[in-house]
């Protein structure tokens, strides 16, 4: 019996060991912790042996039993093949966040991150509940910068993404960072310019910048280098990139500025430019004739720019249009600048322009015209006006390119050949008037002619082109009304300086204003009145027009009458004033001086004017009337001539009218 007994206690301790074996085996294989814990804390593998032995990672300021994790890999769970974008449960879909205090109180601050919410990558901190508002910060080595200093290159309303956001996560404000692509525009990252999209670039103060900055989207402007244009003299067509960049910018805001940036040679073109939406700038660096940013139609007889928007503005530009940029590059039929009838309230201010048929083509109202020099035209006129509009401070002023032509010199007169001419001769030819650069015999065939500023040879002589046989420097045609100029300059080798024509279909220019201005060195007339009414003359410098008989202020074919002329100064004309047509005229406190035929000529059968309190004698510097008025022989009638002082004119009043209905007194 004992013996049985035995036998049991040795069958029961060999099942308890055989049952001890997986337990000490599986006890072996349990993890083991190492080293004291700190709640809160991550956990973390310490060694690569069979025993699995963790620790404490340790502090945020590093150190401690496990030193910090070596890596640490996150990755969103959705339904579907991904990716899945707002995937985790933090703000805004972060799956990344750091709080200051515990979410269950509803008073804390947030710092969030995730690959994908909100459309891009992000980065999200904000306040809640009771929390105050904190800004976000950068440290770079060393340095602190708070986010608002990257207000130069981005803006950041007060409820955003990036910065101290307290914005639904529902409903977040945007932000645009110029230079970053369309995709990473939430994410405010990029890794191919890195690191931050440029974000950083204006962080220190102050900043240095040795290479060009280029904005393309029109923010704050669209720079036509940053499409590809190139100042390459003409090998690249720029127009047609001058024309993206327009098209870029009403794209994506509608209206802004399209910079053309200074270069050592001109963005040549051969596609033309044309703005049809409201409020468009083509803005270059510098204006006026020493200017960087030329647009030029580089032997290409295009008009570059076409303005067709209100409100719209060319600043700070060279423009040249067709027949400048080559000798062989002569005469053009299109515009350098145009325009027309949409863009009303249009500016032009400080420019540069010339070449084309005109330099300018004006058929908007109300437009504004502010110191621009223009020359060198193939039409007309420098300035061709076909609306309403202002003039300030221009120049319109294309001298004679050897010498101005003596008063009372024909030249008109036809080119002949096998002909002797002197230096500064002027003859005319091919619908242009040339003028001799050297003297010398011309040759038996009509010569060839070459661009502006180009000298071209005739058998011996060297000729120049001067001007357009007939040309103004303004012509005011047809729907002309409202119009003022004041100090402007339309000294040019010119039919006349300023002109009133009515050549197309529509309204007779009227209510015409010029003050402070100066005009000379046209041919027929300074001041040719041909057409229209109601215009007003005064304060302005009127001398030394050429052809014979010619005037410093006209009125002929079809104009109207409604004339005041006051306050100005008449010189060196063969007639200062002539009234050839019109009713209802006033000249009026002039001096007028060094008239070779008349101070004052009124032809036959003119009525209704006065003549008075003006000085027709004589001039230190211009010398004497040769006569003071003269009326014509004719029915005039209704006129005054009074109160004139006429003292050295070598003839005094001559009144020829018939009419019993004058006056003439007080002269002396």
Known sequence: MATKRAALRLLHALIFMAGLVPVI??????????????????????????????????????GGPGVGLKELGLTVRGAGSG?????????????????????STLNYHFLCFSPNAQGGALIATGAVGSATPQPLYFNINGTTYNIAAIAPIITIPGNTLLGNNTASAAAPAAIAIPGCSAANQALAWRTNSGPFCNILAGL??????????????????????ALGATCDNGVTDNGAIVQAAVNRLVANYGSGIVFVPPCAGVYCM??????????????????????????????????PLTMGGAASQIINLTVFGGGIFNPNAFGSTHPAISLTSGCVGCHLQHLYVVGGSSCLDLGAADALVVDVYAQFCYGTAIAYVHAGMW????????????AVPASGTNVNTPWAASTVYAAGAVVSTQGYLIQAVTGGTSGTAVPTLAAYTHNFSDGTVTWTLAAPFTYYAIQLDTNGAEVSATQVDMSCACTAGFAMTNTLSGAPPSIIKLSQFTVGTATAANILLNAGSQVSISDGSIG????????????????????????????ANQ????????????????????????????????????????????SAIYGSNARAVIVQAGSSDHYNIVNNIINGSTTGIIDSGTGTNKTISGNN
């Open 204 to 225: 220190s103060t102050p900043n240095t910048y040795t290479a060009d900055n280029l904005f393309g989207s029109g923010r704050p402007w669209v720079d036509i280098r």
């Open 391 to 402: 003039f300030i401070r221009d120049k319109f002023d294309q001298v004679w390119p050897v």
């Open 544 to 571: 030394s027009c050429i052809l014979p008989g010619c005037a410093g202020i006209n009125t002929a074919g079809a104009f109207g009458g409604d004339l005041s002329i006051s306050g100005n100064e008449i010189f």
């Open 575 to 618: 007639n200062g004033i002539v009234l050839s047509t019109g009713v209802n005229t006033n000249i009026i406190s002039n001096r007028i001086s060094g008239s070779s035929f008349a101070a004052v000529n009124v032809s036959s059968n003119i009525g209704s004017f006065n003549i008075g309190l003006n000085t027709l004698g004589t």
């Open 83 to 103: 990716p899945y974008p707002n995937g985790g449960t933090g703000p805004f879909g972060a799956n990344v966040c750091d709080y200051d205090n515990a979410v």
């Open 270 to 303: 051969s596609t033309p430019v044309t703005i049809s939406a409201p409020s468009v700038t083509v803005q270059g660096a510098s204006g006026g004739i020493q200017g960087l940013s030329i647009l030029a139609s580089c032997g290409v007889d295009i008009t």
């Open 25 to 62: 085996a599986y006890a072996q294989s349990t993890v083991i912790n190492s080293g004291g814990v700190a709640p809160g804390r991550v956990p973390q593998y310490v060694n690569t042996g069979p025993q699995v032995v963790v620790t404490d990672s340790g502090p945020a300021s590093g």
